[in-house]
């Protein structure tokens, strides 16, 4: 099973990255060079604009690696199920992991960010991620326009997201029958029942898509540092700067740091 979601998840990401590429590079490489807005930065650079915004990855760092660790530790050969009082405990810690990662904001901004350019639209430089109405944020916002233009990535999201599981147990509002290997989820808008095994499919979806999609990003943007050239033409940045990025490689020593510089362009 979770070799088939792996497959599964890796083609979406690929192919998705492929086509953000084609149909809009500039977006493409805002996208892998982690683009953003920083406020009162701008009294430094001339912009509030910057490249390889580290800190929402470094929010979320040590928590993926967590969820790595669990995935190959349970996960090493296929067919683990949850049972006996160790299953059920893994179970917990499983809707632990998912209710974690469904509030991501770094997680979620990269989706949208995504959705937003293979529907066409410009790159999402400050996107919001509301606190509330997360079901209604996702769905019109991440699965819906990534379905509406063909990327298989809106059917694996569809498939990998439950807002009843997400807020059942951020509420403390579920219930696990061991017996009938049923977990009853009590959210806002009534009582709904999932089985053990859809459960864990959408776990695994949800575990997949976070390090595949985080590792095809770092993928990309280390490949194009190879160049140690200026990757993009001089574009206006939202506050209206003109700027060109530059890719490179920085030797220290025997190590390699793979940057993006957003520099100024003069008219000169």
């Not at 929010?59 to 090493?76: A, E, P, Q, S, V």
């Not at 959210?187 to 390090?211: A, C, E, H, W």
Request: proline share 3%.
């Amino acid at each position: 099973m979770l070799k088939e979601i792996i497959n599964e998840v890796e083609i979406a990401i690929d192919t998705a990255y492929e086509k953000m590429s084609k149909q809009d590079y500039l977006s493409y490489v805002l996208f892998i060079g982690r683009a953003d807005v920083v406020p009162y930065i701008d009294q430094i650079n001339g912009t509030k604009c910057v490249i390889d915004y580290q800190l929402d990855r470094y929010y979320d760092k040590n928590r993926d690696g967590f969820y790595i660790r669990y995935l190959n530790r349970n996960y090493r050969r296929e067919g683990f199920r949850y049972e006996g009082d160790d299953g059920i405990d893994d179970l917990n810690i499983e809707m632990m992991i998912y209710d974690h990662l469904w509030e991501s904001s770094y997680f979620l901004k990269s989706l949208v960010r995504i959705a937003s350019i293979l529907s066409g639209k410009e790159y999402i430089w400050q996107p919001e991620i509301p606190d509330r109405g997360k079901w209604e944020f996702i769905h019109k916002q991440i699965i819906n326009p990534l379905k509406e233009c063909g990327s298989s990535l809106g059917f694996v999201v569809e498939k990998a997201y439950s807002s009843d599981i997400r807020d059942s147990f951020a509420h403390s509002l579920y219930t696990i029958n061991k017996e009938n290997r049923t977990i009853t989820l009590r959210p806002k808008r009534g009582i709904t029942t999932i089985s053990f095994d859809d459960f864990q499919d959408k776990f695994l979806y949800s575990v997949v898509l976070m390090n595949k999609m985080q590792n095809a990003l770092e993928r990309n943007h280390d490949n194009a540092c190879l160049e140690n050239a200026f990757i993009t033409k001089p574009f206006l940045t939202p506050d209206g700067v003109k700027v060109q990025i530059k890719a490179e490689c920085i030797q220290k020593g025997t190590m390699s740091f793979p940057r993006y510089r957003m520099i100024p362009v003069t008219d000169d």
